[in-house]
């Protein structure tokens, strides 16, 4: 079973839509995950941490489920520079190292 | 206040060749990690390293790869006899403490050829 597992799209959504991307992590000794963005091969950039209480930054929503071992990313009101690769990223039990999903591809077209 | 630095941008080698890429931390960040991205493939994990120290290597191919992070100076990971498969885009980041928020450069984007 792969570390951090995604699905990798992609999705094409009209502008306006709302959208939703999930991720599973095989380590339930995890402690730490985060959301990253990545463009056209570039580097990634954080988008947000996920936190258990579930957290929400502007029109972006992530849930994490430990008992599921499952993170969520909710994208509301989707933005044609919404497009890019949403990469689910967890962090080792040792703070050393992040493990990244393969990422999920969007689409936003008007 | 200048990001994590990465140079080249772009590099090409021919087989057999070394590739020597660098990397310059946040300003205050004194921990560095390096990231290996495959053509259509996901980030991997490659080794960190503290000032003058390796921590975790975990990640590094066994041969021909190594890594240093001097007491000044850039980081700097070396590949010795570069092969066609090692083409890939190198990210660093860097963070404050580890456990900390991990920010990336820009990359250097390999080419062998």
């Known amino acids: 079973r792969k570390e951090v597992e995604q699905d990798p799209g992609p999705f094409n959504v009209p502008e306006g839509a709302t959208v939703a991307f999930n991720c599973t992590y095989s380590?339930?000794?995890?402690?730490?995950f985060f959301w990253y963005r990545q463009d056209c091969r570039k580097e990634p950039k954080l988008l947000m941490s996920?936190?258990?209480s579930g957290n929400e930054d502007g029109r972006f929503t992530a849930q994490l489920n430990r008992a599921s071992q499952y993170i969520s990313l909710l994208i509301r009101d989707s933005k044609l520079s919404d497009s890019a690769t949403y990469l689910c990223v967890v962090l080792n039990q040792a703070g050393t190292a992040l493990i990244f999903g393969k990422g999920t591809t969007l689409s936003v077209s008007s | 206040n200048a990001g994590v630095m990465q140079n080249p941008r772009h590099l090409v080698r021919r087989r057999g060749q070394e590739a020597r890429l660098r990397c310059s931390p946040m300003k205050g960040h004194s921990h560095v990690y390096w990231y290996r991205q495959l053509p259509e493939e996901g980030l991997k994990f490659m080794v960190y390293?503290?000032?003058?120290?390796?921590?975790?290597e975990s990640g590094m191919p066994k041969e021909r790869f190594s890594a240093e992070f001097p007491k000044e100076g850039p980081s700097i990971l070396r590949i010795q006899q570069v092969v066609r498969g090692d083409s890939a885009a190198y990210f660093c980041a860097s963070s404050a403490q580890v456990k900390e928020t991990q920010y990336f450069g820009p990359g250097t984007r390999l080419l062998v050829l």
């Open positions: 380590n339930s000794a995890s402690q730490s």
């Open positions: 996920v936190y258990s």
């Open positions: 390293l503290q000032k003058e120290n390796i921590i975790d």
